[in-house]
């Protein structure tokens, strides 16, 4: 069945195709009568008259498409931001395409590949370590793009982030002034910058402090999370702690870390305390509340769809990068 088109409309309403194409994209400045435009608009509705998308798009070179590839839309940091851009891309008439990477470099140049036969205008992209190849293709093509939460130190692209190592080492500060006997940072074996950072910002704070601290340092690979933690935890915590702190550098790694907590009856805040980078509906689960640290995804979101915006309308070639702040939410986690 041939689909309705603008050139029906106007041979059944007896008037011009520019005629019916400045009324049904609500232009000014033509002088058309309310009659006419009234006899147009029910004919689209009777014959179910849609615009054909693919056709205007290459009329304005415009698809009004982005891109989103975060790193793991099963962590609730990127659920949440996915929505939060979806919603401001709506406001500026833009439909958010979105896939997950999960922290794969092959996975992420194939959704950049696919994204691009899309043909979106533009994308907003977690990197992974290995994707610098593929984004620097982008650049030498002068292709709209925006990271979001992360970035590479070799790879020049605007983008949105917290100051990590800022708020990484202002919740160290805190840690130390409460004198525990040891402190335990839980981290990732990486090179990603942003959570290299959060570690640097725990190392400052400790050189930096003239109070004698214990510390320790757990660090993992970003598969088998869950296992791993919970095997160095017994052997750094074992099952009778005292007057200690864990310092969690994601939400991933608190979750795994409080299941160990739960399994060997350790109790919170009494002998370990409890600090995690990013929140997550997990943390409801736990019969203490969980003192974290809360990114401003909708202030990043809004950024984030503001400066691609800007790069589709008029691409300017720069890697500079808007840095936002953390907070830290203390709950009773912490005594």
């Known amino acids: 069945m041939k689909r309705p088109s603008i050139k029906d409309i106007a041979t059944l309403a007896g008037v011009s195709v520019a005629t019916v194409s400045y009324v049904l994209n609500r232009k000014e400045g033509q002088r058309i009568s309310e009659e006419t435009r009234k006899k147009i608009f029910e004919i689209a509705e009777t014959i179910n008259y849609t615009p054909n998308k693919i056709a205007k798009s290459l009329k304005t070179n415009k698809t009004k498409l982005l891109g989103l590839i975060v790193a793991d839309i099963s962590n609730e940091f990127y659920s949440h931001m996915a929505r939060n851009l979806e919603d401001k891309a709506l406001k500026l008439g833009y439909t958010l395409i979105i896939g997950s990477s999960d922290e794969n470099a092959e996975k992420f140049k194939k959704l950049i590949e696919l994204f691009s036969q899309q043909q979106v205008d533009g994308m907003i992209v977690a990197p992974v370590s290995g994707s610098e190849k593929i984004l620097e293709s982008l650049i030498n093509i002068k292709y709209p793009i925006v990271t979001i939460d992360r970035y590479l130190k070799e790879v020049a692209i605007p983008g949105i982030t917290i100051d990590n190592q800022e708020i990484a080492e202002r919740t160290t500060n805190l840690l130390i002034n409460k004198d525990f006997n040891k402190i335990i940072y839980v981290g990732y074996k990486t090179e990603l910058p942003h959570l290299l950072d959060r570690q640097h910002g725990f190392e400052k704070a400790v050189k930096s402090s003239e109070k004698p601290v214990e510390v320790y340092y757990l660090l993992v690979g970003l598969e088998n999370i869950a296992e791993e933690v919970q095997l160095q935890l017994g052997k750094m915590l074992g099952k009778a702690p005292q007057?200690?702190?864990?310092?969690?550098?994601?939400?991933?790694?608190?979750?795994?870390?409080?299941?160990?907590?739960?399994?060997?009856?350790?109790?919170?805040?009494?002998?370990?305390?409890?600090?995690?980078?990013?929140?997550?509906?997990?943390?409801?689960?736990?019969?203490?509340?969980?003192?974290?640290?809360?990114?401003?995804?909708?202030?990043?979101?809004?950024?984030?769809?503001?400066?691609?915006?800007?790069?589709?309308?008029?691409?300017?070639?720069?890697?500079k990068r808007i840095t936002l702040s953390a907070k830290l939410i203390s709950k009773a986690s912490l005594k």
């Open 243 to 319: 007057n200690t702190a864990l310092y969690f550098s994601s939400n991933k790694l608190a979750v795994a870390g409080l299941s160990y907590l739960v399994k060997n009856n350790i109790k919170v805040p009494e002998q370990v305390s409890v600090v995690a980078f990013d929140e997550t509906d997990a943390y409801d689960l736990f019969p203490t509340e969980i003192t974290y640290i809360q990114q401003p995804i909708k202030e990043m979101a809004e950024e984030a769809i503001n400066l691609l915006d800007g790069q589709i309308s008029d691409y300017v070639a720069t890697g």
